[in-house]
């Protein structure tokens, strides 16, 4: 899968959330004020990587994801722990909890959502 830049992603998660919409729906629910003619330039380059499609009405586009956000965090997680961690998820918990990003009861916590995963696993 196509890597996206910051500007790129910021719009994404915006099409995702709203589902459908124009540039101008994304241009209101940006954070900070950027030009309708830059988001719809950004909007265009996702659109050439795959990431949104769209619909005409007249002059108007509705654009619409292609790539699911569930899909896409799955692998950018995987490629970013690849990239720090040495493709080690045990690496990353660990430097969690040695930066204090990660609580002990987090950490418990964790723990038990990982048992509930193994023993639904183990029944299959």
Not at 36 to 65: C, D, M, N, W
Not at 92 to 117: A, G, P
Request: with cysteine.
């Amino acid at each position: 899968m196509k890597s996206l830049t910051k500007a790129e992603e910021q719009i994404m998660q915006i099409i995702w959330q709203k589902e459908r919409c124009i540039v101008r729906d994304i241009v209101e629910a940006l954070p900070e004020p950027i030009p309708q003619t830059t988001v719809s330039s950004v909007v265009r380059i996702l659109e050439r990587k795959g990431f949104v499609g769209h619909k005409a009405y007249g002059k108007t586009y509705e654009y619409f994801p292609l790539v699911d956000k569930q899909h896409f965090t799955k692998n950018s997680i995987k490629t970013w722990i690849n990239n720090y961690f040495g493709g080690s998820p045990q690496q990353l918990v660990s430097f969690l909890v040695t930066e204090n990003e990660l609580k002990l009861n987090e950490l418990n916590e964790l723990m038990k959502e990982l048992e509930t995963v193994k023993k639904s696993k183990d029944k299959q």
